[in-house]
């Protein structure tokens, strides 16, 4: 005896209903349109205007303070010397 698919059958229940675990096929099951939700991409709501961001202002925050985030452009931010690191790599002691 085989099992009844409503993927096999346009996504419809034995009984004629539609099984609602079915996909539409369509973005976000019709109820979004994908050309609105791709302007609104990356936006969060109550954002005003330009974010300040610490990348563009020398690594620093907006009360002045360094950003720990941002990187210092050194290897492994000054703490390791890359030429020892480089010769200590892919050694197993």
Avoid: C, I, W
Wanted: glycine share 20%.
């Amino acid at each position: 005896m085989s099992q009844y698919k409503p993927t096999e059958h346009d996504g419809l229940k034995q009984d004629g209903t539609p099984d609602k675990r079915v996909g539409t096929g369509e973005f976000a099951h019709g109820q979004v349109d994908p050309h609105e939700a791709g302007k609104a991409g990356g936006q969060t709501s109550g954002s005003t205007g330009e974010q300040y961001k610490p990348t563009e202002n020398d690594g620093l925050k907006k009360d002045g303070t360094e950003d720990g985030r941002v990187g210092t452009g050194e290897f492994a931010h000054g703490k390791v010397d890359p030429v020892e690191a480089g010769k200590a790599g892919g050694q197993t002691s």
